[in-house]
């Protein structure tokens, strides 16, 4: 069944929505476990309890007065608080362990104040006032980092302020001609869409926590949406970046290409906050698509599925979105949360197209004859279907998974296709071993969602009883699989980002003098090292 879109079906179309720590999503709109989720992971295993967050005790608001005094006369009164609740909103992420802590009444991590700067040049000034007094600033877009990247190193500091970036909310500028538009940090991703879908283009950027996430966020952990396929990465988008920094603005990005020196934008992009705070980007837009359609195909095991997509990815032609589960993840379908564990048997393929009619069906014609002769089956539009309308609220169900005391939580990796086996078998050993060794088995499940000619993205989401403990639980676990992850040869991270979690691993992967090159640049732009203390570098 072919779709045309409209604002009704259109699952991209959603409001722009406050979450409520700890958490996710819509709180008008809260997830019920399935009845078929329930039958399978035995919920009512457990009663995890969660504090009340208006109960959960915070540590006094530590920032200097002076310093407190120089943001409320920047600002204005309304735009500096210490409020209990905005304090809460902004304590960490929205990893598993961090919803855990928050769930616990642990909030250590809680900012002493949330400023709400609303122009380039209020950041200019946050960030001189936070020098000055030596307060750390822990940049906040959508708050939704998974890698403990808006948890700051204390020590050392006389507070910590969070700069959410939320008022900073605007489409400036579409350049029709050039197709780029020029978009203010704080926007949210599905504000953005709206702003953009108005004029009829779209950015094509729809991460898993498109609800959550947005602009600046996007810029600052290089983020990977589910139509990299077709639309590219965040950073592939980038054309020109406005950095606020400590020591002042940076601009970069003066043509789409240049051969004026090293591309600096990518010395940006993924910078998460430790270089200054990233006020405004301008990126590539294409045209709002007129149709789509999405399908699901079968492989016989993941080994033909993802030689499949690496002869996609290789010698085209690409589909918009294309990814595949492996045995476990298609046998508990996570395509279709309201009938997880509809045992579907071998691999599940999702294919989907966007564009204009013709395009789309002639992109399609020539995927469809390329995956038929891979092997592949063709399971009709109905699996591809639920995955797209259901794509956006299968992260709610973590809450409830959560609350029957089951331990659920994701994490990725990205390596060459030849390595791709023994990096999926090494990291599924060792979650596996980690947690067995722990008296909780976990169904470790697998995904590739992002393809290039030379590899692949794989997405590892883990489900299991808690233990007593279970941050310590999964840390054990996680552990395991960044030492697993770093021995195959692959990378720390594919779009999660480092944050606190990864940097071990990232500071293996690119090793000492790289590392201090980075410390370098870091010195020039933020002398006093105010800037997200602790994340990445
Ligand atoms: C349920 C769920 C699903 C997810 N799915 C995906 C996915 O599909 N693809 C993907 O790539 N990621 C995904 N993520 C991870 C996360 O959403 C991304 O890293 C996203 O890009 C973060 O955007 P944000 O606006 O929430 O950033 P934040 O969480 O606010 O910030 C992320 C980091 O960047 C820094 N930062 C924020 N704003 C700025 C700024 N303006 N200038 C400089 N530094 C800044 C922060 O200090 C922090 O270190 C998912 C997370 C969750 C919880």
Not at 474 to 495: L, M, Q, Y
Request: aromatic residues 6%.
């Amino acid at each position: 069944m072919a779709d045309e879109t409209t604002e009704h079906d259109d699952e991209t179309a959603l409001p722009v929505v406050r979450m409520r720590r700890p958490r996710w999503g819509d709180p008008g709109s809260p997830a019920e476990l399935p009845a078929a989720a329930a039958a399978l992971v035995g919920a009512g295993v457990g009663d995890a309890g969660v504090a009340d967050p208006d109960e959960v005790a915070l540590p006094a608001p530590a920032v200097p007065d002076a310093a407190r005094a120089a943001l409320t006369d920047l600002l204005g009164s309304g735009h500096v608080t210490d409020d209990h609740r905005e304090r809460i909103d902004h304590t960490r992420g929205y990893s598993t362990p961090d919803i855990l802590a928050l769930r616990r009444g642990d909030g250590s991590d809680a900012p002493d104040l949330v400023v709400t700067p609303g122009s380039h040049d209020d950041v200019l000034g946050i960030l001189t006032i936070c020098a000055e007094h030596r307060v750390a600033v822990v940049p906040f877009t959508g708050g939704t980092s998974v890698v403990g990247g808006l948890a700051p190193q204390r020590d050392g500091f006389a507070g910590v302020v969070s700069v959410d970036m939320g008022r900073l909310d605007r489409l400036v500028a579409v350049d029709e001609i050039s197709r780029t538009a020029t978009l203010q940090a704080g926007l949210r991703g599905v504000r953005a869409e709206e702003l953009l879908r108005a004029k009829g283009y779209t950015l094509g950027h729809f991460p898993q926590s498109y609800e959550g996430a947005g602009i600046g966020g996007y810029a600052a952990t290089r983020s990977a949406g589910q139509s990299s396929a077709g639309y590219g990465r965040f950073d592939e988008m980038v054309e020109h970046i406005v950095l606020a920094t400590p020591r002042g603005t940076v601009e970069v990005g003066t043509a789409p290409r240049s051969a004026a020196g090293p591309d600096l934008r990518q010395l940006l992009l993924g910078s998460e906050g430790v270089f200054g705070i990233i006020t405004e980007v301008t990126v590539r837009i294409r045209p709002a698509p007129t149709h789509r359609i999405f399908e699901g195909w079968r492989f016989d095991d993941f080994d033909s599925g993802a030689a499949a997509l690496r002869s996609l990815a290789q010698d085209g032609p690409m589909p918009t979105v294309i990814r595949l589960s492996d045995e476990v993840e298609t046998s508990i379908n996570l395509a279709d949360p309201g009938e997880l564990g509809v045992d579907a048997g071998g691999c599940l393929v999702i294919v989907g197209y966007e564009g204009r009619d013709d395009e789309v069906e002639r992109r399609r014609a020539a995927v469809t004859d390329a995956l038929h002769a891979a092997g592949g089956v063709s399971a009709g539009t109905e699996p591809g279907e639920a995955w797209r309308t259901g794509r956006f609220r299968a992260p709610y169900l973590r809450d409830p998974l959560l609350d029957a005391g089951v331990l659920v939580e994701t994490l990725e990796t990205v390596t060459f296709w030849s390595r791709l086996d023994d990096v999926k078998a090494a990291v599924t050993a060792a979650l596996t071993d980690t947690l067995a060794e722990q008296g909780t088995p976990p169904l470790v499940m697998c995904h590739i969602s992002h393809v290039y000619a030379s590899g692949a993205s794989l997405y590892f989401t883990v489900v299991c009883p808690q233990a007593d403990d279970p941050i310590a639980q999964w840390s054990a676990a996680k552990s395991a699989a960044n030492a697993a992850i770093r021995r195959a040869g692959a990378s720390i991270t594919h779009h999660h980002g480092v944050g606190r979690d990864h940097r071990d691993g990232y500071h293996d992967e690119i090793g000492d003098l790289a590392l201090d090159a980075l410390r370098a640049v870091k010195n020039t732009f933020d002398p006093d090292g105010v800037c997200n203390p602790g994340v990445l570098i």
